[in-house]
Nanobody, 123 residues
Framework: QVQLVESGGGLVQAGGSLRLSCAAS????????VGWFRQAPGTEREFVAA????????RYADSVKGRFTISRDNAKNTAYLQMNSLKPEDTAVYYCAAGLRNTASYSWEYNYWGQGTQVTVSS
C-alpha cells in the first residue's frame, strides 16, 4: 500500500508559479509511474501530466504543455509538478496518483491516490 501526500498548493496570481510535491510513504514508490490530475468544481477529474517509474518518459495534457513540468526524485520518494504561467482556468484541486502503467492518462489506471491540494489562480 502506497500512501501519497500532496503539498505546495495555494493562492497565486495569474502568470505566477507554484511547485506541487507528492511524497510517498514507501520505497517501492520508485517502481510506480506517477500521474497528476486535477478537478475543478462541477467538472470531472482530468489528466494533467504523468511520468514513468524512472523519469525517462513524460506525458502532458495539451492544456499545460510548455507551462507545467513533471519530475521525480526516487531517492526522496517524491514527485513534483512545476507549474509556470498559471492561468485562472488552472484553478482546481490537484491530485497525484501512482500506478504500474507508465505515463497513463486515465484515472482508472492508477491504484493509489493522495488527498489533493488546492490551487487557486486569481486574475
Amino acid at each position: 500500500q502506497v500512501q501519497l501526500v500532496e503539498s505546495g498548493g495555494g493562492l497565486v496570481q495569474a502568470g505566477g508559479s507554484l511547485r506541487l510535491s507528492c511524497a510517498a510513504s514507501e520505497r517501492t514508490f520508485s517502481s510506480y509511474a506517477v500521474g497528476w490530475f486535477r478537478q475543478a468544481p462541477g467538472t470531472e477529474r482530468e489528466f494533467v501530466a504523468a511520468i514513468s517509474w524512472n523519469g525517462g518518459s513524460t506525458r502532458y495534457a495539451d492544456s499545460v504543455k510548455g507551462r507545467f513540468t513533471i519530475s521525480r526524485d526516487n531517492a526522496k520518494n517524491t514527485a513534483y509538478l512545476q507549474m509556470n504561467s498559471l492561468k485562472p482556468e488552472d484553478t482546481a484541486v490537484y491530485y497525484c496518483a501512482a500506478g504500474l502503467r507508465n505515463t497513463a492518462s486515465y484515472s482508472w489506471e492508477y491504484n493509489y491516490w493522495g488527498q489533493g491540494t488546492q490551487v487557486t489562480v486569481s486574475s
